[in-house]
């Protein structure tokens, strides 16, 4: 079935560090991508996403190429700030069944001045 | 503004009690979701709705039920058959279901059993 597999945390970064968080996927046939992001008591934001091979979604400063040869779709910032402390999800919606959103369990984010 | 709103924020219950949890959502979606989130864990999804009157099961329906009498509701109560309920649960709905369709997501519930 389809699963989606992430970097375990926390990850622990100084501010204006370069972030990944990595994502890779088991999916039959063209899945949708997607990242979302939690912050401490809410709900989960669309981050952004990707519908096909070699799309690159982009948001707030954060990248994720959707890799079909690698089955990744890792997460990058260039420099991230204190306000990005938070959990983010990898999550993908692929054919069958009622095409289900499938989450990876999270990877916690801490940025420190 | 259109979106989805949960309620309550927090809620407490006692043993062998039934609890419901609300949601309801102004953007005008067809599909709706209930997800229950522990700690370190990804998100199960426990019931779902793709259009008023039906509802299937999710991956961990056990011990949960739904309605969907309203497109603009799909409350879910937590029923006592329901061994370890303590869990943030979050509403979610989406357009549609297709494959690049997103989800919109809830503030959520944390339920506490006391």
């Known amino acids: 079935g389809n699963s989606v597999t992430q970097m375990e945390g926390p990850v622990t970064l100084s501010e204006e560090a370069f972030l990944t968080i990595n994502c890779t996927y088991t999916?039959?046939?063209?899945?949708?991508l997607f990242w979302y992001v939690q912050y401490p008591g809410e709900g989960l934001q669309l981050l952004l996403k990707?519908?096909?091979?070699?799309d690159k979604g982009s948001n707030k400063g954060f990248e994720a190429t959707y890799r079909k040869e690698t089955t990744s779709f890792h997460l990058e910032k260039g420099s991230v700030q204190v306000s990005d402390s938070a959990v983010y999800f990898c999550a993908l919606r692929g054919s069958g069944g009622y095409n289900k959103l499938i989450f990876g369990a999270g990877t916690r984010l801490a940025v420190h001045p | 503004d259109g979106g989805i709103t949960q309620s309550p924020k927090y809620l407490f219950r006692k043993e062998g009690q039934n609890v419901t949890l609300s949601c309801e959502q102004n953007l005008n979606h067809d599909a709706m979701y209930w997800y229950r989130q522990d700690p370190g864990q990804g998100l199960r999804l426990i019931y779902y709705s793709q259009i008023v009157n039906d509802f299937q099961k999710g991956d961990i329906a056990e011990g949960y039920s739904v309605s969907r009498e309203k497109k603009e509701s799909f409350p879910l109560t937590v029923t006592s058959a329901q061994k370890n309920p303590t869990a943030f649960y979050l509403c979610?709905?989406?357009?549609?279901?297709?494959?690049?369709?997103?989800?919109?997501f809830g503030q959520g519930t944390r339920l506490t059993v006391v």
């Open positions: 999916a039959t046939g063209y899945p949708s």
């Open positions: 990707a519908t096909k091979a070699d």
């Open positions: 979610a709905s989406s357009m549609g279901r297709g494959l690049n369709t997103e989800a919109f």
